[in-house]
């Protein structure tokens, strides 16, 4: 499995003029191969620029950023080889839809790695496949699609070139429930069936609690905490401390604690807390 890290990272923006904004500093951090890491803070926290470090976008100001043990930026004739390695989904990824029909969309960047003809169908197929694309919207205009379609699509054009770390930037914003659990599920598929790293960010706790194995909580440009699931979420102290709240179903099981009822609070999803209250119910007859 693929490891990708940052050591000592600095990123600032306008660097040199009178608007300069540090947007990372000095940031240290191993994304767990074969999981799914969280990554989640307030706006302006550093999430999208470490996701813009980690896909070669933009370049450190300081520190490295590894892949596999090399420096990404080593040769810089290579990033566009780290790219196909490294998958980007950009915020709202639909407004980059451009091609005639959701195949060529999503054939697009097998295309451009140079694979045969029969290997982009198979590669768009299979991508189709896990993010929940028929066939028969293959052949459709992704101009013709509803919003969490275009999403879907999008993300299949990216997971469509197979890269060994793959990294949202809030892949469900916008969406209805339905619609974020469509796409959030699928993701969640994908990396089990493909054992992929993948790095999700979002601002929503109650996805981080559903999807993630690992969460990285950013404030102020800097690593706040980083842990698995139910580490982090054992300390409701220091999710205060970052200005974020815990899943609305771990305060309502906390609250219950609180008021007398023989419940864990460590509830991090509406389902373990169903089958909580389940055996609960059936411990007393």
Known sequence: ???????????????????????????????????????????????????????????????????????IFENPKDLAKIRFRVGLVFQYPEYQLFEETVYKDIAFGPHNMGASPHDIERMVKDAAHFCGVSGDMLLKSPFDLSGGQKRRVAIAGVIAMDPEVLILDEPAAGLDPGGREEILGSLRR???????????????????????????????????AHDSVDQIFENAALIEEAGLELPQITRLMIRLRELGAPVSPMIHTVEDACFEMCEKLKGRG
Not at 13 to 31: C, D, H, M
């Open 1 to 71: 499995m693929t490891e990708i890290k940052l050591e000592n990272v600095s990123y600032r923006y306008g660097a040199g003029t009178p608007f300069e904004k540090v947007a990372l500093k000095n940031v240290s951090v191993r994304f767990s191969p074969g999981k799914i890491t969280g990554l989640i803070g307030h706006t302006g926290s550093g999430k999208s620029t470490l996701a813009q470090l980690l896909n070669g976008i933009i370049r450190p100001a300081e520190g490295k950023v590894f892949l596999d043990g090399k420096d």
């Open 190 to 224: 994908y990396q089990r069936e493909k054992e992929k790293t993948v790095i999700l960010i979002s601002h929503s706790m109650e996805d981080m609690a559903r999807f993630a194995d690992d969460i990285l909580i950013m404030k102020d440009g800097a690593v706040f």
